[in-house]
């Protein structure tokens, strides 16, 4: 019996933890952090009058006034359930992200292959050119964060 007390302690302070640092994260992305493992590019701020960026550390910027910003339009890998309820895959490249209506517009690899993917039903997400995971809500909560910082709501 005890044994079992200590394994569920154990395990609770371990799932406390986790979850303090989700929430961290999370945070750290709503106020402008953008996490290296979803899709950026590089850019420029898009005021003169903006200080420098807080996303990335002063010694990583290169360049004068570039910095790394979400790509709103990246190239990805998407598994998700269709309306069906079958397990699906594609390679879209990402042409809306409709943040109010959670839709993942884009099209495929073939001329007139379209995608509308409600952001429920994604199961996986993968950087199409170097296939690295990455966390859709991550993205989107990331990519709302932009907007909103460029006025674009």
Avoid at 11 to 16: C, I, K, Y
Avoid at 49 to 72: N, R, Y
Wanted: charged residues 25%; glycine residues 8%.
């Amino acid at each position: 019996m005890v044994l079992f007390l200590v394994m569920w302690i154990t395990w609770s302070r371990v799932a406390q933890r986790r979850e303090a640092g989700r929430r961290i994260a999370a945070a750290r992305v709503r106020s402008g952090h953008v996490p290296l493992e979803i899709p950026t590019v590089r850019g420029n701020l898009t005021h003169a009058s903006d200080a420098a960026p807080d996303t990335l550390p002063e010694w990583f910027i290169q360049g004068k006034g570039e910095h790394s910003v979400v790509d709103e339009q990246p190239r990805i890998r998407v598994r998700y359930v269709d309306p069906h309820g079958r397990k699906a895959e594609c390679t879209m490249q990402v042409s809306h992200l409709d943040i109010q209506k959670k839709i993942l517009t884009g099209h495929g690899e073939m001329p007139g292959d379209m995608y509308r993917i409600p952001l429920h039903a994604i199961t996986g997400a993968r950087i199409a050119e170097s296939g690295q995971r990455f966390n859709i809500d991550t993205w989107v909560d990331a990519v709302r964060v932009a907007r909103r910082r460029r006025g674009q709501v």
